[in-house]
């Protein structure tokens, strides 16, 4: 499809909902997926549209908010973490101490219950007593309503191995639903990260997270916010915390002066 300038479109867009804190780029390619699925021509015929025509406006809501997830979505990351960091964290805590983590972003808690897993598998591993605790936010109820359920889909778990499905699932008819075990360490909240009144779940009180994973989260946002919401998770993790991010924004976090712990791991400080 030939590139328009949308500049116009988006003004009437940002009339019926807030669209001022996504980049431009991601904003351009919900208009262009729109078009090229109503087989719209011209930005001039689609702007007559979005006019009038509420339930497309609600079709531009749900395109910005993809909800895209999976367990284990990026194995090198989340293996680095179990293999290096979670042993790190470990030592330094004492048998009364708990660790805290923030899955910010969680969508439908692939995400949380990844991390769920790397815990169960390494406290077991060292037979240890320590406690953890996850807290997994999103801004999108319907996200947070699957989460708590947590039933998947073969989709959702097509990065585990068969050892993991058969220790946290049980299966039937094409569904996943995970072992309560798993789902008793983290709790869900309905929180938007950039919430004016608070810097971080509400329910975690203080923040001082040992991790905070912000995966594919930032990439819809302007520069702008990016830099604002990064300053703000620093204020949300322990001096020693680390943040996990996903691979297409190892780049905001370098420009943010963040230090990647081990080469492509996405895991910073
Ligand atoms: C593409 S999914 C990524 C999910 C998961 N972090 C991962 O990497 O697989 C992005 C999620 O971030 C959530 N999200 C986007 N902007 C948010 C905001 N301002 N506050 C809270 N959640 C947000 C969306 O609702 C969506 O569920």
């Known amino acids: 499809m030939q590139q328009f300038d949308y500049t116009e479109l988006i003004e009437i867009i940002q009339q019926k909902i807030d669209v001022s804190a996504y980049s431009i780029g991601f904003i351009n390619n919900v208009i262009t997926t729109r078009m090229e699925q109503l087989k719209i021509e011209t930005p001039f015929m689609y702007a007559a549209i979005i006019s009038h025509d509420e339930s497309e406006i609600e079709k531009i809501k749900a395109n910005l908010t993809n909800s895209h997830s999976l367990f284990f979505r990026n194995r090198l990351t989340f293996e680095t973490l179990r293999q290096v960091y979670l ?7 004492k048998d009364e101490d708990e660790i ?9 808690g692939q995400e949380p219950y990844t991390l769920a897993i790397l815990m169960e598998s390494v406290i077991n591993n060292w037979k240890s007593e320590l406690k953890y605790r996850i807290f997994a936010t999103d801004s999108n109820f319907k996200e947070i309503e ?7 889909s073969k989709a959702d778990i097509v990065n585990l191995t068969w050892h993991e499905i058969d220790t946290w699932f049980t299966h039937s008819a094409k569904r996943y639903s995970l072992v309560p075990q798993l789902k008793k360490n983290v709790q869900f909240e309905l929180f938007d990260l950039f919430d004016n009144d608070c810097n971080c779940p509400r329910t975690s009180i203080f923040g001082g997270f040992d991790i905070i994973m912000l995966a ?3 990439i819809y946002y302007k520069e702008e916010m990016q830099n604002k919401l990064l300053k703000r998770l620093k204020s949300c993790k322990t001096k020693q915390g680390i943040i996990i991010t996903g691979e297409t924004e190892r780049e905001i976090f370098l420009r943010n002066e963040y230090v990647e712990l081990y080469p492509n791991s996405c895991i910073f400080r």
């Open 100 to 108: 805290r983590i923030w899955s910010a972003g969680c969508a439908g």
């Open 216 to 218: 594919n989260v930032l």
């Open 146 to 152: 699957r989460a708590v359920l947590g039933i998947y």
């Open 87 to 93: 042993p790190v964290i470990m030592t330094q805590k």
